[in-house]
């Protein structure tokens, strides 16, 4: 089969205008694109998790509070209180927010020696004196409702909570959250958290690394392409359809109606690493065949080189599309996502760089030959190393052979190291606001994370109420519960005030009429919206909230499994819903592993079919994926080793580095299979190879690297990981491609590739 290069040197200017043409159409959309910083939104909508936090949102309102902390050596100095009060009544104007929740809004329940249940304010004075605060932090210790909760254990600090509506906007939610708190000046620190408080920083962060990107990667391929190519055209061409690519894959985001996560900031870096590799190997090509004396015009050196390199590149651009494809085996929406919008600009880069870089390359003049491009061995710094590397390959296979396999062996005893991580805490470093408030609530509140048990029944059973009580209790007891509040603590508590304040009544009634009486008084000094969320006002429904006091998705996972497993055990014929965040980063991290483990093996299975089809052999396909079954694991020992966790965007690695490093494989194997088929000795063939596509797998391979290390600037830690392990892995597959493979093809000569006998 032959590429149709005379066919595309003859329409050269409609092919130009088409691309031109396409380019334009999809900038249009550019100004279309959103951004979506919502963590729920990286599951499907019909997984359970995000299923049960809606059921759980319409029975008791939004579930994603946000939090106000003080901090301060004593918070229960005048000033402090005084400051809390002030900035929760002014919070409570504020349309976005339903209830506001702090110890000036908290109740405290006790009884009167005549057993009459007396409900007041937790904190009804500010106290102005040493015995005032002391008296009031005894009683602040033994209110369930505020200790532990907004009260730290040691009163360092205490916490606002702010419940919002469910149409609120988080910037509009952060927003007021500032400008109240601001219009309070004090000398407490200020700390914010929440999930909205999150999602505005990955929002404003997306951002960021959006406009951070840009100018970088711009600068650091430019600089790069000038470096290896050295000529205006080296420079000029790849970049041009670095930047068509990006364009039309970035403009399909609104055109498909989807929005852009953090996993999606990726997107132009991938494209801006992977959207050139073809062009390269074009212009090193066409370098390569202009040689000194030469007098072809530069349509027939555009011909010639489509002729060795169309097919090929056709082989690599496929393979690469078919494993950036194999992310949609992924239940994680964003890597889906991405999956296609990175599998749509790379085809479209090798169809750029397929039809319309051979078409302006064709109409520019013949440049001045590069100094050392066509010549081998003779002196010309990067093409005699190429050469004397083939040479030393060649002369031991096996012992290059033995080594890479080796190497790979110990990095890969460190797979069991590797850990799965989900919560979008871990996307900053310890040092960050975010990250600093979430091990503040961790410390002091119970935990930055919510596990919520909905219980459907007829809550005022006494048999329910105590399924609920041993419930909390059983959640309690666990060591990565920091809190936990229901209703049966508030009946307790209740029975107990009206029986003289006797510690041993502090249980649930034995008659569903004593339980309706205690809510009955209790309406005489109260508001039933104190347990609104708590029990729904038919009592029909209950929730049970505990907080996590970790931020580890490991442990978080572990609480949700020990729900399922044994803690529901009371309700086995009753309705319960399991909702919360943390259900949700449970969910994905058996959603990030599923993926992780499927599109790995799709896409090296894919990788073997199609390239048994473009090579017209079995054993080819098998071939091309051994360096691939030796770089993968070496890779996910490596970030054992190292620490790196599998989360979102680190389970996506190995899917591109499959699609992308194949490329330096299917090069390698067709040029050599050429040279063979000539009738030369592996070990000649070997050494011709590398200074036939050794100069154009490098640079390439270079070119990966330079542009993902880009990402090591974004604000995400998981995106620095995922450009430090593709710039890993990517070096792996071309030392694959420069040792591996050529000691293989001496050592045990594919028969693929073997001179056709007769």
């Avoid at 290069?5 to 279309?32: D, H, K, M, Q």
């Avoid at 939104?41 to 359970?48: G, I, K, R």
């Avoid at 976005?96 to 004075?125: K, N, Y």
């Avoid at 959250?177 to 914010?192: K, Q």
Wanted: aromatic residues 8%; contains cysteine; proline residues 6%.
């Amino acid at each position: 089969m032959i590429f149709p290069s005379e066919w595309v040197i003859r329409f050269r200017w409609p092919i130009i205008v088409i691309f031109v043409a396409i380019t334009a159409l999809f900038a249009t959309r550019l100004p279309g694109i959103e951004i979506d910083p919502e963590i729920k939104n990286q599951l499907p909508e019909d997984m359970p998790a995000r299923e049960n936090v809606r059921r759980i949102e319409e029975r008791f309102g939004g579930s994603e509070p946000v939090m106000v902390i003080l901090s301060a050596p004593d918070v229960l100095q005048a000033s402090t209180l005084e400051r809390v009060r002030a900035i929760g009544d002014d919070l409570a104007k504020v349309k976005t927010f339903t209830r506001i929740v702090s110890p000036f809004t908290l109740t405290d329940i006790s009884g009167s020696p005549d057993g009459m249940m007396l409900v007041e304010p937790a904190i009804a004075e500010i106290p102005t004196d040493d015995a005032g605060r002391a008296a009031l932090r005894e009683r602040l210790k033994a209110n369930d409702l505020v200790f532990g909760n907004v009260m730290a254990s040691d009163f360092s600090a205490v916490a606002i909570i702010a419940m919002l509506s469910t149409e609120a906007s988080d910037a509009e939610t952060v927003a007021e959250l500032h400008r109240v708190v601001d219009a309070h000046p004090g000398p407490e620190t200020v700390t914010y958290g929440g999930m909205p408080d999150i999602r505005q920083h990955v929002s404003d962060d997306i951002r960021s690394d959006i406009r951070r990107f840009a100018p970088f990667g711009v600068a650091v391929i430019i600089i790069f392409l000038f470096a290896t190519l050295r000529q205006l055209r080296g420079v000029a061409l790849p970049f041009t359809i670095q930047i068509m690519s990006i364009i039309v894959s970035m403009g399909m985001i609104p055109v498909l109606g989807w929005k852009v996560q953090m996993v999606t900031v990726t997107l132009p870096v991938i494209l801006l690493a992977v959207g050139n590799d073809h062009a390269i190997h074009l212009v090193a090509q066409y370098q390569e065949l202009n040689v000194p004396g030469t007098n072809r015009t530069a349509a027939e050196i555009t011909k010639d080189v489509l002729e060795r390199l169309g097919l090929p590149i056709v082989a690599a651009g496929t393979t690469t599309v078919a494993g950036l494809l194999c992310l949609l085996t992924h239940i994680v929406v964003p890597a889906v996502q991405l999956g296609w919008l990175a599998a749509w600009g790379v085809t479209f880069a090798m169809a750029a760089s397929l039809l319309f870089g051979p078409a302006v390359l064709s109409l520019l003049p013949v440049p001045k030959p590069v100094e050392g491009a066509g010549v081998h061995g003779e002196g010309h710094g990067l093409d005699l190393f190429l050469h004397a590397l083939a040479k030393f390959v060649a002369a031991r296979p096996r012992a290059v052979l033995g080594a890479c396999i080796a190497f790979a062996l110990v990095a890969a005893s460190g797979i069991p190291l590797v850990e799965v991580d989900t919560n979008p805490i871990n996307y900053y470093p310890r040092s960050a606001p975010v990250a600093v408030t979430a091990l503040e609530v961790n410390d002091h509140f119970g935990g930055s994370t919510e596990i919520a048990v909905m219980v459907e029944g007829d809550i005022q059973d006494p048999e329910m109420m105590k399924k609920i009580d041993r419930l909390e209790r059983d959640l309690k007891a666990m060591p990565q519960i920091g809190y936990t509040m229901s209703i049966a603590t508030v009946v307790r508590k209740m029975n107990q005030a009206v029986s003289g304040g006797d510690p041993e009544q502090a249980k649930i009634p034995d008659s569903k009429e004593a339980i309706a009486q205690l809510f009955l008084l209790y309406s005489m000094g109260g508001s039933s919206e104190d347990f609104e969320r708590m029990v729904d006002f038919d009592f029909e429904h209950a929730v049970v909230t505990a907080r996590i006091n970790s931020l580890s998705t490991t442990e978080i996972k572990a609480v949700v499994d020990e729900i399922h497993a044994d803690v529901l055990s009371d309700f086995k014929d009753d309705k319960v819903v399991v909702g919360g965040f943390g259900t949700v980063f449970s969910d994905l991290v058996d959603a990030v592993v599923s993926g992780q483990v499927s599109s790995l093996t799709l896409s090296i299975a894919v990788v073997a079919v199609l390239d048994a089809i473009v090579f017209g052999s079995i054993g080819a396909g098998l071939w091309s994926i051994v360096p691939l079954l030796v770089a993968v694991p070496m890779l996910f020992g490596l970030m054992g080793y190292a620490g790196i966790e599998l989360n979102v965007v680190t389970a996506m690695l190995s899917s591109i580095m499959i699609g992308v490093g194949v490329d330096y494989t299917i090069h390698y194997l067709w040029r050599y299979r050429e040279l063979r088929r000539t009738g030369m000795s592996p070990e000649e063939s070997v050494i011709e190879t590398m200074n036939s596509v050794g100069r154009g797998i490098l640079f390439n391979a270079l070119s990966v690297v330079f542009g993902f290390s880009i990402l090591f600037l974004s604000n995400f830690l998981p995106v620095r990981f995922f450009g430090f392990l593709v710039v890993v892995s990517i070096g792996g597959c071309l030392v694959a491609a420069f040792l591996l493979l050529p000691s293989l093809c001496v050592a045990f000569r594919p028969g693929f590739a073997e001179p056709k006998k007769g």
